[in-house]
């Protein structure tokens, strides 16, 4: 008996992602120490040290479940971005965000488009849920907006993603190009901006998305914890949306997606305002926080 013919062909068609390779793999291979990956984006200066100390505080309450709906996490994120409870999805990561989108809204048949040399689980993600993925060509690397709504509204597409900036290919596009995309997008596609490295950004480069979802109501907003706060083992991510959207995500998510060390760390990190981006603090979207030390 073949076991992965009981598998739905789009599901045998999955071509696995390949994380790179973890560091004490390779250094037993090569028989070296102290390397530094690059292929993640870790964050090299690691968590803030609030955030440390919350998870040492979660795990005294570690044999209970965690709190399913998220509240403390969620009620950090809506008070320092203005977003109501009922707009915020929380996840295992914000590679989380992606599938549910995808589960909650492509089935067999739809479509979801991006771009070549885009973030490599927006394939994965269409695919798993039976839809199709149309890749449009890239320019320069980076996302063709035109050719990505010439796309998305030829092919009748359900949901478009883009990552702003881009991984691998570190591409970006401007607040300016982005509006001008969703502008032009017919409200029945969705879009997944996939800002899971927003707050690297320079200051030029900077913009706020989150009051987009007033004019979008198709708009969903994907940011992580794994990054620039140096959460990436702990895996939690957040998205934004509309309250219908979010409620269709949050059908489909696992009950306790988010661990309870995990959302104790987020909050606390949260409140830290520390983001290490690697060159300096980055500041927050509204303050300041280059004087703040922890
Ligand atoms: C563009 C982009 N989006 C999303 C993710 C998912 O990150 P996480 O699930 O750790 O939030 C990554 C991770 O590398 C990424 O590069």
């Not at 409870?85 to 989380?96: E, F």
């Not at 040399?117 to 449009?136: K, M, N, R």
Request: charged residues 20%; positive net charge.
């Amino acid at each position: 008996m073949n076991y992965s013919e009981l598998a739905p062909p789009y599901i045998r068609a999955i071509a696995p992602y390949q994380p790179g390779k973890p560091i004490s793999e390779l250094e037993r291979e090569l028989g070296i120490s102290g390397i530094v990956k690059l292929a993640s984006n870790e964050n090299p200066l690691g968590c803030s040290p609030l955030a440390m100390a919350a998870m040492q505080g979660a795990l005294k309450s570690i044999a209970l479940y965690p709190d399913g709906n998220g509240f403390e996490l969620k009620d950090a994120l809506s008070k320092r971005y203005g977003v109501e409870h009922a707009s915020i999805v929380l996840g295992n990561g914000s590679n989380d965000m992606l599938e549910l989108a995808a589960r909650a809204f492509l089935s067999v048949g739809d479509k979801a488009v991006y771009s070549d040399h885009a973030f490599a689980v927006y394939p994965l993600a269409t695919q798993a849920v039976g839809a199709t993925g149309i890749s449009v060509a890239a320019i320069n690397f980076g996302h063709d907006l035109k050719a990505m709504l010439k796309a998305a509204v030829e092919q009748q597409a359900k949901l478009v993603f883009i990552a702003n900036p881009n991984n691998p290919t570190g591409t970006f596009l401007k607040a300016e190009d982005l509006l001008a995309f969703l502008r032009a997008l017919p409200a029945n596609i969705l879009v997944v901006l996939d800002e899971a490295y927003n707050e690297y950004l320079p200051v030029e480069c900077r913009y706020d998305s989150v009051p987009w979802l007033r004019d979008f109501p198709n708009l969903i907003i994907s940011r992580t914890f794994s990054k620039a706060y140096g959460l990436a083992g702990l895996r939690v991510g957040y998205a934004f949306a509309n309250a219908q959207v979010a409620d269709m995500m949050n059908r489909v998510r696992q009950p306790f997606n988010v661990n309870s060390v995990a959302q104790a760390a987020a909050v606390a990190a949260h409140r830290s305002r520390r983001a290490c981006t690697g060159w300096g603090w980055s500041s927050s979207r509204r303050s300041a926080i280059l004087s703040v030390s922890k």
